[in-house]
């Protein structure tokens, strides 16, 4: 089993930046794939970006390909979500999620593991 916690969410304005967090804990985060998921009021859980268990391999949707950065620092349980340049459609129930595999599925239902969530709030 894996626990994950999201925190680092926000309110902010538009082209403002936040930091997420998504912490791990129980088995070896080393060997899980991450990733990240947002779900705005009445739309469905789309894939944002993911990121391999190794670390060296990224995936980034195109609506936050140059604003979003995803890191995964050596030895720590812990992937950090850079998110610069907000915009208001951006606003959304951000989730981190992992699975033990090599690749970076994109859809949600490949991944067992979810953290509970945290709101990203970006004002116009």
């Known amino acids: 089993q894996v626990q994950l916690v999201e925190s680092g969410g926000g309110l902010v304005q538009a082209g403002g930046s936040l930091r997420l967090s998504c912490a791990a804990s129980g088995r070896s985060f080393s060997s899980y794939a991450v990733g990240w998921f947002r779900q705005a009021p009445g739309k469905e859980r789309e894939f944002v970006v993911g990121?391999?268990?190794?670390?060296?391999?990224?995936y980034y949707a195109d609506s936050v390909k140059g604003r979003f950065t995803l890191s995964r620092p050596n030895a720590k349980n812990t992937v950090y979500l850079q998110m610069d340049r907000l915009k208001p459609e951006d606003t959304a129930v951000y989730y981190c999620a992992a699975v033990a595999i090599s690749s970076i599925p994109t859809v949600a239902a490949q991944y067992p593991y979810w953290g509970q969530g945290t709101q990203v709030t970006v004002s116009s």
């Open positions: 990121i391999s268990w190794s670390g060296t391999n990224t």
